[in-house]
């Protein structure tokens, strides 16, 4: 199983094969993805090719756009910051990362949700992307709202081996990978409830309330939490050592 998430659903339906349930995490290319391949010219050009200000807070959905996702729930939690701040010109800016896969009318659906809103100009549907290490580098928080339980979620690993901090849905394997503490007790982001635009708007509230400094020291916990659980070495050893359980 991908997660105790997993192998919980797994033992529900067999029972009797709890005995032989493992456990191995998916990994990432932590290599890949380490926030120092990329210089500040990097990530401008990585912006510009966005359309994005370099200045500019990025909040970035790495996800197929689909309902399942929850872009809808994203874009609604923005239209719902403290003070107004979905409107203010220090209001970040969200970049969708990922195909729609011909969900032409889902995409036009979050593009007049956010027309609604006054945030037309700072949404951002890139479509297929094909270098992630360089769209992870570019952004300063990733946001994952599914709606329904992910077996495990490898964007949240991927996002914390990129160094970014991290708010996922409080369901299913995400929480397993986020460890929802302040970044003095570890913590490498935060989780909210699933489908629930008011409880993601008030963990990203508190993102965006947190000093640079701090959302930094979340996104180093995040690179240590990946580096010490969920790297393609270790989940490649965990599969090796089933195999040799098998041998004996």
Known sequence: ???????????????????????????????????????????????????????????MCPARVTHLKGQHVLIDALGLLKNGAAKSKQAPT???VGSAQGRDEYVAQLR??????GMSERLVMTGLETDMPSAYAAADLAIVPTIRPEPFGRTCIEAQA?????????????????????AQNGGTGWLAAPDNAVALA?????????????????????????????????MCNRTLNVYREWLL
């Open 1 to 59: 199983a991908n997660s105790h998430f997993t192998a919980a659903r797994i033992q529900s339906v067999y029972p009797s094969m709890v005995e032989k349930l493992r456990v191995i995490p998916r990994g990432c290319d932590e290599t890949a993805l380490a926030r120092d391949n990329f210089s500040a010219g990097n990530i401008a050009a990585k912006r510009k090719q966005w359309g994005v200000a370099e200045n500019a807070f990025v909040i």
């Open 94 to 96: 969200l970049v969708l």
């Open 112 to 117: 007049q949700s956010a027309a609604q809103l």
């Open 162 to 182: 990129a160094s970014l901090p991290v708010i996922a849905s409080d369901d299913g394997g995400f929480r397993e990978t986020v460890i929802a503490e302040t």
């Open 202 to 234: 008030a963990a990203i509230d508190a993102a965006l309330a947190m000093s640079p400094e701090d959302l930094a020291h979340l996104g180093k916990n995040g690179r240590a939490n990946v580096l010490e659980n969920y790297t393609r070495r270790a």
